[in-house]
């Protein structure tokens, strides 16, 4: 979340995030796996190297890549990849690379997308919730906390509903 951030702002964000979780919390968050995967799709933060097969990708693959073949519309793969990292003014929804990563931090929408395995349904929902929070100039430190606060729920039930696919009814 650096663009149009100082080091400073980061960093007292990053403390005070560490200071309002619990151990559990750390725990949960420690214990996160790097990718999720059903029979259909693999979850992971930035994408994959579309040189590799999907048995060959490594972390590194799974948190940074941004290659223009991943992102190319005739990209294919094994699986559906399901990711992040990159922001788009809307969901890229092709048929095997699905980007939910709306820019929640600077356009105020959130975005996530319910999938299950039985069918090929790809239901999408944007929140506009943040708005006045991430275009507020003048943040004090109640709004600094709840953005933490705000930002741990919804990390929370982002994962839980992963972890729940094709059960988002």
Request: net charge positive.
């Amino acid at each position: 979340i650096k663009d149009g951030y100082e080091d400073d702002v980061i960093e007292r964000l990053r403390k005070q995030l560490l200071e309002k979780m619990n151990e559990g919390q750390m725990n949960f968050f420690k214990n996160l796996k790097i990718s999720f995967e059903t029979e259909k799709y693999l979850f992971v933060h930035a994408g994959i190297d579309s040189e590799k097969k999907l048995t060959e990708q490594t972390k590194k693959d799974y948190l940074l890549s941004r290659s223009s073949k991943f992102f190319n519309k005739e990209f294919k793969a094994e699986k559906i990849i399901v990711h992040g990292h990159t922001p788009e003014e809307n969901i890229v929804n092709d048929p095997f690379r699905i980007n939910v990563d709306s820019g929640c931090y600077f356009s105020g929408k959130l975005s996530c997308v319910c999938l299950t395995d039985k069918d090929n349904t790809r239901t999408f929902i944007t929140n506009w919730l943040f708005n006045f929070l991430i275009f507020n100039q003048n943040l004090n430190e109640t709004d600094t906390n709840n953005i933490v606060n705000m930002s741990l729920i919804l990390k929370k039930y982002e994962l839980f509903f992963y972890k729940r696919l094709g059960r988002c009814n």
